[in-house]
């Protein structure tokens, strides 16, 4: 790139969370072409410093002139922020990039994964919407792997048991792990119950339906993302002790039969996606082996021998990145030349 | 009960493990008629003592002879030992109920969950088989589920991901992940890899096809309990740094259509079972709730909306007990009166 590339000014809402700071990383990292950063928080993190690419930036409050100058917003403050300032920053002017649920579900909101569909970002007039929903973790490491495989053999059904990592729930969510493992006692329970040494099928809050509203998430911002109402998913969602990532064991079936090595191969190829998968290695994906990485890694390829055209996989991503941080600053990365 | 009910020596092979002394507990418990112990352990811990209602016994080596005078020889050494030592005892006149996977797929061996078919223990004789098979512990607490729902609906698929406890792989399972959340490091990893903050997707050796010998147990382990070849089951199985007890995902579909209620009034009733659901009181089965419980427990049941006459739940049971000593305790109950 030349030296005149132009940079953007990129706002962070929710600085101070695991998310956000792990936004200002991945912009780092991956070189994102920051003129600088604009890190916003609450009135009680408000003040204090961060840095940022070796420079000192102090965090405000979100108010309507912050954002005047925004180039690019990265929501991640919860759902009640992103409804209070989404539409102040996008009057702005700021494209907004929001990781809450707010609007995921809203049909004028594009929901994207950059390697599923990057094209729902823009309009037909070629301007990118003023807000971009980044879509639940536990969908984002998903579909990523369902994409490639809807395209060569077309989807029919997913059923898929999850086991998520306590940082979904943010700082809160490990602080809790680790002092239920000191054995300190909790008053009140982050992850609904003891997390310790437990396994908590109870993800977000329990919709009349009996499925969680992490449940439904999986549901419908698959057939959102995939652009395809067809795909039937049916999740169980669980929170377990581990930090690095949340793992998905997956049983899918398609409409035409595959040859597994086939799948390996088109996998292996498809963006985003690391093969793990050497048994006679012991290689597969974990949590502890994906923790800081960006890709959705896959394994446990094997066919579902007493279901025709089906196939079982387990597959593990960074929930902070792939599933959240990363995401949002490859969408980011989508706007670069555009805005 | 009268004072003259008959009494059972009882050997336990294997005194020394988890498995081995979670069964003292549960014959004591459980009041099992027993008029002597005889602890039975390797080289290494013979001479030491035991106690069990408030008897001192002192552990033995097996030999031909130790089973003389033995009525119920319960064995839970591996399968080495149980390859080497139950034709032993069995000629010797002991029943032999074995823990280990090594007559389990042996058609002459009956493989038996009493919730399920108490029957098959007997021969046509009346008497019962000299080697009783205990099945696989993710194995025994989903068909204690499936049997009523099958003579009712009749199941035609079961797509299951487990949450396995460390305890099976029994102290050394516990005392690895004690000691990797001490942050002390591991020579060699008990569960393949390091399982505090982790999800390991490989319990058992891997076969040929693809899937672990865990997950082949509950494919043909099932079939076999369950009498009906026609069953099919697709599994994934994961070890997850949690002791209480196995979760499992279970996604079930029938041939004939149910309604959810009526599934939760069956599921009460049947034996073995104890159902918790009840999302707006937070309550469903964890590990940390199932732990040293005998029941399996039952929750999250609900309709897959996506797939015709299919059914979603989530289970768990303490592996050492319903998977494994409760169960077997359970046989030799069977057996009373009929020796």
Same mark, same amino acid.
């Given at each position: 790139m030349s030296s005149t590339q132009k940079t953007y000014r990129v706002a962070i809402l929710g600085a101070t969370g695991l998310v956000g700071r792990t936004m200002l990383d991945i912009l780092e990292e %991956?070189? +994102?072409? =920051?003129?600088? $950063? *604009?890190?916003?928080?609450?009135? %009680?993190s408000a003040g204090r410093e961060i840095s940022f690419k070796g420079r000192t930036y102090i965090m405000q409050e979100p108010s309507k002139e912050v954002f005047a100058d925004v180039d690019i917003a990265l929501f991640s403050a919860g759902s009640g922020a992103s409804r209070e300032w989404a539409s102040v920053a996008a009057s702005q002017g700021a494209v907004v990039i929001d990781n809450s649920s707010a609007f995921?579900?809203? !049909?004028? *909101? !594009?929901? =994207?994964? !950059?390697? #599923?569909?990057? /094209?729902? $970002? +823009?309009?037909e007039d070629g301007r990118p919407a003023m807000i971009i929903a980044n879509p639940n973790c536990s969908t984002i490491q998903m579909v990523v792997v369902l994409k !490639?495989?809807?395209?060569? @053999?077309? $989807? %029919? %059904?997913? $059923? #898929?048991?999850? @086991?998520?990592?306590v940082t979904g729930k943010g700082k809160a969510g490990r602080d809790a792990l680790e002092s239920e493992l000191? /054995?300190?006692?909790?008053?009140?329970?982050t992850h609904v119950h003891q997390i310790a040494y437990n396994a908590v099928p109870h993800i977000d809050v329990f919709q009349e339906n009996g499925y969680t509203k992490e449940e439904m998430k999986m549901v419908n911002e698959t057939r959102k993302i995939m652009g395809d109402d067809a795909i039937s998913v049916s999740p169980t969602t669980v929170r377990i002790p581990v930090y690095g990532g949340h793992g998905e064991a997956l049983n899918i079936e398609f409409d035409d039969d595959f040859d597994i090595d086939e799948v390996r191969r088109l996998l292996a190829s498809s963006p985003g996606i690391a093969v793990q998968d050497d048994p006679s290695q012991d290689l597969y994906p974990m949590p502890l082996t994906? @923790?800081?990485?960006?890709?959705?890694f896959v394994g446990r390829l094997r066919r579902d021998y007493w279901h025709p055209k089906t196939l079982n996989m387990w597959i593990v991503a960074d929930n902070l990145r792939k599933g959240a941080a990363t995401n949002a600053v490859q969408i980011a990365e989508q706007l670069v030349g555009r805005l």
């Amino acid at each position: 790139m030349s030296s005149t590339q132009k940079t953007y000014r990129v706002a962070i809402l929710g600085a101070t969370g695991l998310v956000g700071r792990t936004m200002l990383d991945i912009l780092e990292e %991956r070189r +994102f072409p =920051v003129s600088d $950063i *604009v890190p916003l928080a609450s009135a %009680r993190s408000a003040g204090r410093e961060i840095s940022f690419k070796g420079r000192t930036y102090i965090m405000q409050e979100p108010s309507k002139e912050v954002f005047a100058d925004v180039d690019i917003a990265l929501f991640s403050a919860g759902s009640g922020a992103s409804r209070e300032w989404a539409s102040v920053a996008a009057s702005q002017g700021a494209v907004v990039i929001d990781n809450s649920s707010a609007f995921r579900m809203d !049909p004028d *909101v !594009p929901l =994207v994964v !950059p390697e #599923v569909n990057p /094209g729902a $970002i +823009f309009r037909e007039d070629g301007r990118p919407a003023m807000i971009i929903a980044n879509p639940n973790c536990s969908t984002i490491q998903m579909v990523v792997v369902l994409k !490639p495989l809807h395209e060569r @053999y077309h $989807i %029919r %059904r997913v $059923i #898929v048991s999850t @086991y998520q990592s306590v940082t979904g729930k943010g700082k809160a969510g490990r602080d809790a792990l680790e002092s239920e493992l000191a /054995g300190e006692k909790q008053e009140s329970f982050t992850h609904v119950h003891q997390i310790a040494y437990n396994a908590v099928p109870h993800i977000d809050v329990f919709q009349e339906n009996g499925y969680t509203k992490e449940e439904m998430k999986m549901v419908n911002e698959t057939r959102k993302i995939m652009g395809d109402d067809a795909i039937s998913v049916s999740p169980t969602t669980v929170r377990i002790p581990v930090y690095g990532g949340h793992g998905e064991a997956l049983n899918i079936e398609f409409d035409d039969d595959f040859d597994i090595d086939e799948v390996r191969r088109l996998l292996a190829s498809s963006p985003g996606i690391a093969v793990q998968d050497d048994p006679s290695q012991d290689l597969y994906p974990m949590p502890l082996t994906a @923790y800081e990485k960006d890709e959705v890694f896959v394994g446990r390829l094997r066919r579902d021998y007493w279901h025709p055209k089906t196939l079982n996989m387990w597959i593990v991503a960074d929930n902070l990145r792939k599933g959240a941080a990363t995401n949002a600053v490859q969408i980011a990365e989508q706007l670069v030349g555009r805005l």
